[in-house]
C-alpha cells in the first residue's frame, strides 16, 4: 500500500488509534517499528499470548535493557582484566622456575639420598574457575540464546556493526548478539562452566574491586535472572518500559481491527484460546475462540488457511508461462464445526473513494480465485474507517461483498459467525 493512503487521514486519527492499542503495542515486533521509550502502563493482556511469542517478546525487551546493553559494550574491556584465584602447587625438579619452598626442598631431598639438585617450588597459577566467571559464563550463554530468540536468526561473531549503520532496535540486538559470540570464544572462558549466580555469588559480584564484574556483569546478571521466570509483576515491568510503534499509520489501522476482533470474540467465547503475535505468523491463527455448540472460531493475518484450495488465478498464470504472486487479504475468519463458514476482510486506512474502490476490485479477486473455500454463500467485507466516502449499511445476508466500517466491524463477524451468541 502508498504511503499516499495515511495522507488521506487526519493525525487525530492515527494518535487515536495507537491510545487504543497502546497496551499491544509492546509486543509489535516488525523490523520497520521504532522504538518509544513511553511508559505504557498496564500490559497484562500480553499475558495472554501463547507461550513462545511471550518468550520471544520477553527477550526482545530484556536484550535491549540498558544494563545488558551497556555489559556487552564493556565486554571487550573486561575480559582483558579477568578475576582469578591464584594456586601454589609444588613443582619437583632441577630447574628453578619461581620462587622456591626450601622446607619442601630439604623434606623432598632427605626421600632421594640428599639429593642437591633437586628443588621445590611453587610457582603461582591464575585459576579462572571461580564463581564470578561461572556467572560470567552464565550470563554469556543466557544472552546468546535471548539474542537467537528475539530476532530468530543466529549472531554472527564475525560480524561487527561498529556503529556503522544506525542501531534501530533490531541492529542493537544484532550488535549485542555480535559481542556475545565474540565474548564466548575467549580461550579463558573456554575451561569455565556456566553456573546461574546464587545470592552468595551476587555478593562476591557486589564487593569486588573490578567495575566490570561489580557494575556491569552483576547488574546484567540480576536483570536475566529476573527474566528467566518472571512473574507477572516482572513482565509488566520490562515490558512498559518501551513499545514499538508502527511506521505507517495503514499497519497500526491493521493491529487496531485485529484487536477490536480479538475482543469482541473473546467476549462471547466460554474458552478463548491463547493468542499469538500478529506478526510473522504464517498459516497459524493468531487467536481462536471456543463457541458453545463446540465449534471453533479462527483469525488469521495476512494469510490464506491451510486447506483454502488452489488459486485459479495462479493456476492460469502457470498454464501460460506467467508467474503470478499469490495475494492475502489482511484478515481471515474461519468457523469449522457442523455449519463451517469463512470471512475475509480486507482492510484499507483511507477515506478516499479511488482507494476504496481499489479494496473492492481484491475483494472480487478472492472471491472468484478461491472456489474451493466456500462452503456456503461467500462473504468478503472491505473495511475502512467511518466516513462519508461511503454510506454505512448493516452487513446482510444474501450478499457476497460489503462495505463495513471499522467501527462496526467487529460485532458483525460475530454475528455471521457466531449467530447463536
Given at each position: 500500500m502508498s504511503a499516499s493512503v495515511d495522507s488521506s487521514l487526519p493525525s487525530s486519527y492515527r494518535a487515536e488509534l495507537l491510545a487504543e492499542i497502546r497496551t499491544y503495542l509492546p509486543a509489535f515486533l516488525r523490523k520497520d517499528a521504532s522504538e518509544q521509550h513511553d511508559p505504557v502502563g498496564d500490559v497484562k493482556e500480553?499475558?495472554?499470548?501463547?507461550?513462545?511469542?511471550?518468550?520471544?517478546?520477553?527477550?526482545?525487551?530484556?536484550?535491549?535493557?540498558?544494563?545488558?546493553?551497556?555489559?556487552?559494550?564493556?565486554?571487550?574491556?573486561?575480559?582483558?582484566?579477568?578475576?582469578?584465584?591464584?594456586?601454589?602447587?609444588?613443582e619437583v625438579g632441577q630447574v628453578v622456575r619461581g620462587p622456591i619452598d626450601w622446607s619442601a626442598t630439604v623434606a623432598r631431598r632427605s626421600l632421594e639420598a640428599g639429593d642437591l639438585s633437586r628443588y621445590a617450588v611453587r610457582s603461582a597459577r591464575r585459576?579462572?574457575?571461580?564463581?564470578?566467571?561461572?556467572?560470567?559464563?552464565?550470563?554469556?550463554?543466557?544472552?546468546?540464546?535471548?539474542?537467537?530468540?528475539?530476532?530468530?536468526e543466529k549472531p554472527d561473531p564475525a560480524t561487527d556493526e561498529g556503529g556503522a549503520r544506525?542501531?534501530?532496535?533490531?541492529?542493537?540486538?544484532?550488535?549485542?548478539?555480535?559481542?556475545?559470540?565474540?565474548?564466548?570464544?575467549?580461550?579463558?572462558?573456554?575451561?569455565?562452566?556456566?553456573?546461574?549466580?546464587?545470592?552468595?555469588?551476587?555478593q562476591k559480584l557486589k564487593a569486588a574491586r573490578s567495575s566490570f564484574y561489580r557494575d556491569h556483569l552483576r547488574v546484567a546478571a540480576e536483570r536475566m535472572r529476573s527474566l528467566q521466570n518472571p512473574d507477572e509483576d516482572a513482565l509488566i515491568e520490562v515490558l512498559s518500559e518501551r513499545y514499538f510503534e508502527p511506521a505507517a499509520t495503514w499497519t497500526i489501522f491493521e493491529v487496531c481491527v485485529a484487536l477490536r476482533l480479538v475482543r469482541e470474540f473473546g467476549r462471547i467465547s466460554a474458552r478463548p484460546r491463547r493468542s499469538r503475535l500478529?506478526?510473522?505468523?504464517?498459516?497459524?491463527?493468531?487467536?481462536?475462540?471456543?463457541?458453545?455448540?463446540?465449534?471453533?472460531?479462527?483469525?488469521?493475518?495476512?494469510?490464506?488457511?491451510?486447506?483454502?484450495?488452489?488459486?485459479?488465478?495462479?493456476?492460469?498464470?502457470?498454464?501460460?508461462?506467467?508467474?503470478?504472486?499469490?495475494?492475502?487479504?489482511?484478515?481471515?475468519?474461519?468457523?469449522?464445526?457442523?455449519?463451517?463458514?469463512?470471512?475475509?476482510?480486507?482492510?484499507?486506512a483511507s477515506v478516499s473513494p479511488s482507494y476504496l474502490k481499489e479494496g473492492m476490485a481484491k475483494l472480487l479477486t478472492y472471491v472468484a480465485d478461491r472456489p474451493e473455500l466456500w462452503k456456503g454463500q461467500p462473504a468478503a467485507w472491505l473495511v475502512a474507517p467511518a466516513s462519508n466516502a461511503f454510506v454505512a449499511s448493516p452487513a446482510g445476508t444474501g450478499q457476497e461483498l460489503w462495505i463495513v466500517s471499522a467501527d462496526a466491524v467487529a460485532e458483525a463477524a460475530v454475528a455471521r459467525l457466531a449467530p447463536q451468541v
Open positions: 500480553l499475558l495472554n499470548l501463547d507461550d513462545s511469542d511471550l518468550r520471544r517478546v520477553v527477550a526482545v525487551h530484556g536484550c535491549l535493557d540498558e544494563s545488558i546493553l551497556g555489559f556487552g559494550e564493556r565486554l571487550r574491556e573486561g575480559l582483558r582484566r579477568p578475576i582469578t584465584a591464584s594456586s601454589r602447587p609444588v585459576i579462572y574457575d571461580i564463581p564470578e566467571n561461572r556467572a560470567l559464563v552464565w550470563l554469556l550463554d543466557s544472552l546468546r540464546a535471548a539474542c537467537r530468540r528475539a530476532l530468530d544506525p542501531l534501530g532496535w533490531t541492529n542493537r540486538i544484532r550488535r549485542l548478539g555480535t559481542q556475545v559470540e565474540q565474548a564466548r570464544a575467549t580461550e579463558w572462558l573456554r575451561a569455565v562452566p556456566a553456573e546461574a549466580p546464587d545470592i552468595r555469588t551476587m500478529l506478526v510473522g505468523t504464517g498459516r497459524a491463527p493468531f487467536a481462536r475462540y471456543l463457541l458453545d455448540d463446540g465449534s471453533e472460531v479462527s483469525l488469521l493475518y495476512q494469510a490464506w488457511p491451510r486447506d483454502c484450495g488452489s488459486s485459479l488465478l495462479q493456476e492460469l498464470g502457470k498454464r501460460h508461462g506467467i508467474k503470478v504472486g499469490a495475494s492475502k487479504p489482511d484478515l481471515f475468519l474461519f468457523r469449522d464445526g457442523e455449519e463451517p463458514d469463512v470471512l475475509l476482510l480486507e482492510l484499507k
